[in-house]
């Protein structure tokens, strides 16, 4: 059976419903970020670590935060966490990383190449996407 495409707002949704029943209960925060065109680079990443720094004063330990994403997404929780490094701050307890898109060109490289019929983005969408 297919499986329904739901609108954004509901996926997200979902996913912390779901990734909070596996993981017994913990809370999930998702965040609306800032996306180009309107707001370009570093807008994403500056509103990234502005809500890193707001649960860390509503008590969050570090320790016991981790940082998801999905697709660009991904690489904005992956961006976090080097932005995080380099500055010296406390790190998260962990990452979870569900294609992030960290290889932004070409799409002819060997790992996108190879991967290709295990990836969960069917081919018809990722043709779209080739330059």
């Known amino acids: 059976m297919p499986m329904p495409i739901l609108p954004p707002d509901l996926m997200v949704r979902d996913v912390c419903e779901g990734n909070v029943k596996a993981l017994g209960g913990c ?3 998702s965040v609306d970020y800032p996306k180009p065109p309107q707001a370009p680079y570093p807008a994403a990443l500056e509103n990234a670590l502005e809500v890193w720094q707001w649960l860390r004063d509503q008590g969050l330990k570090a320790k016991d935060v981790v940082v998801s994403g999905d697709s660009a997404g991904g690489n904005l929780a992956l961006a976090l966490l080097l932005k995080l ?3 010296g ?3 998260p307890a962990g990452a979870v990383l569900l294609s992030p898109w960290v290889e ?7 790992s996108w190449t190879h991967n290709a019929a295990y990836d969960y983005i069917g081919t018809s969408i990722r043709l779209g996407f080739r330059v």
Not at 104 to 110: A, E
């Open 27 to 29: 809370r999930c925060f």
């Open 104 to 110: 932004m060109l070409p799409f002819n490289s060997k």
């Open 85 to 87: 490094q380099a500055i």
């Open 89 to 91: 701050a406390e790190m």
